[in-house]
């Protein structure tokens, strides 16, 4: 019966978390969005989806108390709640790296390095849950590694390759920060489970982890731009030449490009700005700046929640309902140790290049093999599945 619950909810959750990807991607793609400037920064939409995801949760909780379930079963505990709290701070961290990604990326050429994490689960099980490392999960680790790795072998090899196709620092970055959130989430997750007061489930759960998110990111959207507008970050005193051509003029049309060089005067390899200029001008220098996303971090979280394009939110709201999905899945089964499972909560991996070529992306037999690979790896683990019985960690609340 275990294996019977982690196969149907291990399905849902890869179709759920297959399906979020897609949807981010096309919410942060023109085409996709009535052919028009996307204009919502990933902030806002990170705002968006977990605003989705809470409507959900909250709807699932309604039905849950209105067919019987007592009130006091929605409260976890003091213990519990504080995982729940680091685990939202760290998902509103990496829903603004998703929602960053598939502005520059197509999914299939980051999605597989998210997950590098999951070659280290075995060894936090044990540390955590006095869970075996089996050897298993030592080819399973190989696998992976060489599948993240076969996508660059014509970079590697010195063959011409398309930018588009490489991640570039800000990308790896993002991907270093996203598999930190996420390996602390599924550690926190398992805790959250196992400290949690008798008859919590999940949806209350995914209720306060929502509840916790929109704190967090709403905070984010008010504080962030006050701070950058302080350092002003979008009003630089000097400017690398290189970067000032290629980020900010090349984006600009003729009278914004005429005013940005009355107002920034070339000094060898720099553009310097002028001094004493009025409050007006400073201000639509500023705007100028952040309208082409000058600086990209405080770039995330630029912009109102009530959008000028309203079809990119769709998408979110959309990614809202397969978020809420895939969590309330990685909540039921968070009560297994979490290397047990979780790797293979990402075989749409595999599925996900040939889905892109459908949308016409430019997809290479390399990042095929390479997707391939990766999900034989996390399949590995449970070659083994008929010596080895599925157990669930002890709850600290029996």
């Known amino acids: 019966m275990e294996w019977l619950l982690l196969i149907v909810w291990l399905s849902i959750i890869n179709g759920a978390l297959g399906?979020?990807?897609?949807?981010?991607?096309?919410?942060?793609?023109?085409?996709?969005?009535?052919?028009?400037?996307?204009?919502?920064?990933?902030?806002?939409?990170?705002?968006?989806?977990?605003?989705?995801?809470?409507?959900?949760?909250?709807v699932a909780v309604i039905i849950e108390v209105a067919r019987g379930k007592k009130m006091r079963y929605l409260w976890p505990g003091v213990i519990s709640m504080i995982t729940i709290m680091i685990c939202a701070f760290t998902g509103v961290i990496e829903n603004v790296g998703f929602f960053y990604l598939p502005r520059y990326y197509s999914p299939h050429i980051f999605a597989p390095y998210v997950n590098v994490y999951l070659a280290f689960l075995p060894f936090f099980g044990k540390f955590m849950f006095k869970a075996s490392i089996r050897k298993e999960h030592w080819i399973g680790i190989f696998l992976v590694?060489?599948?993240?790795?076969?996508?660059?072998?014509?970079?590697?090899?010195?063959?011409?390759?398309?930018?588009?196709?490489?991640?570039?620092?800000?990308?790896?970055?993002?991907?270093?920060?996203?598999?930190?959130?996420?390996?602390?989430?599924?550690?926190?997750?398992?805790?959250?489970?196992?400290?949690?007061?008798?008859?919590?489930?999940?949806?209350?759960?995914v209720v306060w982890r929502e509840i916790w998110k929109m704190?967090?990111?709403?905070?984010?959207?008010?504080?962030?731009?006050?701070i950058g507008s302080w350092v002003r970050a979008n009003v630089p005193d000097s400017v690398k030449a290189a970067t000032f051509e290629n980020r900010v003029l090349a984006k600009v049309d003729e009278s914004k490009k005429s005013f940005l060089l009355e107002n920034y005067q070339k000094v060898g390899e720099e553009y310097v700005l002028k001094k004493d200029l009025p409050k007006e001008t400073e201000s639509k220098i500023e705007s100028t700046f952040a309208g082409v996303?000058?600086?990209?971090?405080?770039?995330?979280?630029?912009?109102?929640?009530?959008?000028?394009?309203?079809?990119?939110?769709?998408?979110?709201?959309?990614?809202?309902?397969?978020?809420?999905?895939?969590?309330?899945?990685?909540?039921?089964?968070?009560k297994f140790s979490a290397h047990f499972w979780v790797p293979y909560t990402n075989v749409y991996l595999a599925i996900i290049p040939f889905v892109m070529i459908f949308f016409g992306q430019n997809v290479t037999g390399y990042q095929i093999v390479g997707a391939v690979v990766t999900t034989a790896g996390l399949m590995v683990g449970v070659s083994d599945y008929k010596r080895n019985k599925v157990e669930e960690i002890e709850k600290k609340y029996k």
């Not at 929640?305 to 809202?320: D, H, K, R, S, T």
């Not at 397969?322 to 990685?330: A, E, R, V």
């Open 215 to 226: 704190v967090f990111i709403t905070s984010a959207l008010f504080i962030i731009p006050f």
């Open 19 to 58: 399906g979020q990807y897609l949807l981010n991607w096309m919410g942060n793609q023109p085409g996709f969005v009535g052919n028009k400037e996307v204009g919502v920064s990933p902030g806002v939409m990170t705002w968006w989806r977990e605003i989705s995801k809470l409507a959900w949760a909250v």
């Open 293 to 334: 996303d000058y600086n990209r971090f405080f770039s995330l979280f630029k912009g109102t929640i009530i959008p000028n394009n309203w079809l990119p939110i769709l998408f979110v709201v959309l990614a809202g309902l397969s978020g809420y999905i895939y969590s309330f899945g990685f909540f039921k089964l968070a």
């Open 145 to 205: 590694v060489l599948g993240l790795a076969v996508p660059y072998i014509p970079r590697i090899i010195g063959e011409h390759t398309d930018p588009s196709q490489i991640l570039d620092s800000t990308a790896i970055l993002w991907l270093i920060i996203i598999n930190c959130c996420l390996c602390s989430q599924q550690i926190l997750n398992n805790k959250t489970v196992q400290t949690a007061l008798k008859g919590v489930g999940p949806n209350a759960l």
